[in-house]
């Protein structure tokens, strides 16, 4: 098991309140840097600007052992394009889809700014549809099955298939799980998947029922029906710490603190788990 971990948030929609001379910048996007027994970049947000946040926290990003992109939308990766580490190619993880030609409804191109042979010409790019251990403690969970009856029913997006529009839904995203003794960290990127889904996912692949926190973005925006369901099922299935964030309107932050008197963590925020 792990036994402590610290996870630093490079980038998100808010930044923390500047103290010092330090001043976090902000950006609709998220990135969050993991330090266990891997040291982990998850998402880098849409630009540079999470390396501007990780100088001001005192984190170097060489030393990064692993690079994982949640999913292929333009707000948690094309920050990459800005990382570029010394030495030897450093591993990138990500799905198989991370790379689809994605728009919105409106035809907006929302997908990952770079190809994947870009990618590839700068990391050791491993992509998988399975879970894949990081070490023993480790998961990127791969493509989460969606189970329930209140999760990613509907999209708004689209992918090019060919010539030929295909509903999208975002089946490449992703998350990340650690076993530490108090029970599982999770931390999404935008759980396009589902959050309970996750979860439930999380708990079959690690073979851990406790959950100890939730971090990262929970797609609940202007879904009141999956907002209950979700609070539902929380209440049901509790978790010590639930950190939404990103992609969690004001409404549901507000009933998320009602209900479980959650903390919103911003831009230049970290947390310890002994």
Partial sequence: MERSVK?????????????LGK???AQHGLSVFVDASKRILFDTGP???FMHNAKLLGIDLE???????SHGHWDHSDGLKSFQPMGPKKLLVAHPQMFADRYRATGEYIGV?????????????????????????IYFLGEIPRVNDFEAKQTKFFYLDGQEKRPDFIMDDSALAIRTAKGLVIVTGCSHAGICNIVEYAKEVCNEDRIHVVLGGFH???MAEQLERTIAYFLENPVDQLY???????????????AFGIRKLC????????
């Fill in 47 to 49: 630009t540079s600007i």
């Fill in 7 to 19: 996870i630093s948030i490079l980038m998100e929609n808010q930044a923390s309140m500047s103290s």
């Fill in 63 to 69: 030393v990064t052992d692993v690079v994982i992109l």
């Fill in 267 to 274: 831009a230049g925020d970290a947390i310890e788990i002994d």
């Fill in 113 to 137: 700014g770079f190809t994947q042979q870009e990618a590839a010409d700068r990391f050791e790019l491993f992509l998988t549809q399975e879970p894949y251990m990081l070490d023993d403690h």
């Fill in 244 to 258: 939404p964030m990103h992609c969690t309107g004001p409404p549901a932050l507000s009933r998320l603190y009602q």
């Fill in 220 to 222: 609940l925006l202007d």
């Fill in 23 to 25: 001043t976090f910048l």
